[in-house]
């Protein structure tokens, strides 16, 4: 895509992109981690969970939200042409959708729904290059992804037979208990959306598509972290119930090390492949090599974050914000540090993604101290 659209309108093509991430972790992805813990419960008392009350809970969350959802994402974000502006929306709720409607599949296999994310990945990929080529236009580009996706979404609903109920329409105190799994995730998309929000500030059209192709190499990381933690996941909740505590964080922390030390294999690789990759490739992006060993310190960072999906499925949700807050924290006070300087140059965003790669890396580590010190006080 970068190739064939070019720093400027890759730029456009990106803030498509980081509009439909925000707008499905925009409080949904809180009830998907919301099902995923409660589906880990029910399994180890072998219940079964009510799956199309959860897609249709879903479904409704997002119908209460969209009215605030969108002029935030679009004040945040950018302010395109009208046209363009409909079309991303579309995009995203597309991505919404078809989300939505994996719940409960997500529920039953970790497994099955990454399949089916591998499915849409790969057609919306073939689909999304062919039009590039083929038009060169954005818009025809995203239309034509997100038709795809809205039929993959169809075809899942009528596998799983859904069906919607009048008694979802309303949303009552009980969602109170979405809280502990909402707050994480708002501040965790924040978080990892900061640092492409402050771009969108301080560079033009070609240094943002420069630094938003550069921002790949972390989101291979995080991509990583999501294929950890469905394999990872169905094994934590396995050990739940027939491990002690400290048993079970010790298994966490072996498998903490192995990612580690695969991460740092990527690290060196990376720095050594990436500039002949972007040299030979994609020449129009050279400039951005200058923020690679940023990039590749988050992506080791997201890679060995296993530690996430412990706190999820431990029911320590409650902490999952704090590695989220703190890169916030670090990342306003980078950006009134380097708003005074004049002539920012996209190698100074080195700075926001170091501070974000230290908070994800490091503070789950230091949560587990405190942890047990906070319960011992308890006890």
Known sequence: MASGFGPGVYAGWATAILASQLLYNFGGLGYHNFSARHAAVYKSREKKLITNRLVSRQYLIYAYLLPISIPVIYYLVAKPSFILFGVMMVYALANVFLNTATTPIYVRSSLESAKIQSVRGVGGTAVAVLICYATGSLLLTLLSETVLI??????????????????????????????????????????????????????????????????????????????????????????????????????????????????????????????????????????????????????????CDVWSVYYLLAGLEKYLYVP??????????????????????????????????????????????FIKIKRLVRA
């Open 150 to 303: 809205c039929v993959l979404g169809f075809l899942i609903l009528k596998r799983e037979k859904f069906t919607f109920k009048r008694r979802f329409l309303k949303l009552d105190l009980r969602y109170k208990e979405l809280v502990p799994f909402f707050v994480p995730v708002l501040v965790s998309t924040l978080a990892f959306s900061l640092s492409r929000l402050i771009a969108i500030d301080f560079f033009n059209e070609e240094l943002l598509g420069i630094y938003y192709f550069m921002f790949l190499i972390a989101s291979a990381g995080m991509i990583f972290q999501y294929g950890v933690s469905v394999i990872v996941g169905p094994m934590i909740v396995s050990q739940l119930n027939i491990r002690s505590e400290f048993s079970m964080k010790y298994f966490v922390l072996k498998i903490w090390i192995v990612l580690f030390l695969l991460s740092l294999l990527v690290f060196v690789l990376g720095q050594i492949s990436l500039p002949y990759l972007i040299n030979y490739f994609y020449p129009n992006y050279v400039a951005g090599l200058v923020l690679a060993i940023s990039f590749l310190c988050l992506s080791v960072a997201k890679m």
């Open 324 to 369: 989220s807050l703190v890169s916030i924290l670090i990342a306003i006070g980078l950006y009134f540090y380097l708003s005074q300087t004049p002539d920012l140059e996209l190698a100074d965003m080195r700075y926001f993604i170091f501070g974000e790669s230290i908070a994800i890396f490091l503070v789950p580590l230091l949560l587990l101290p």
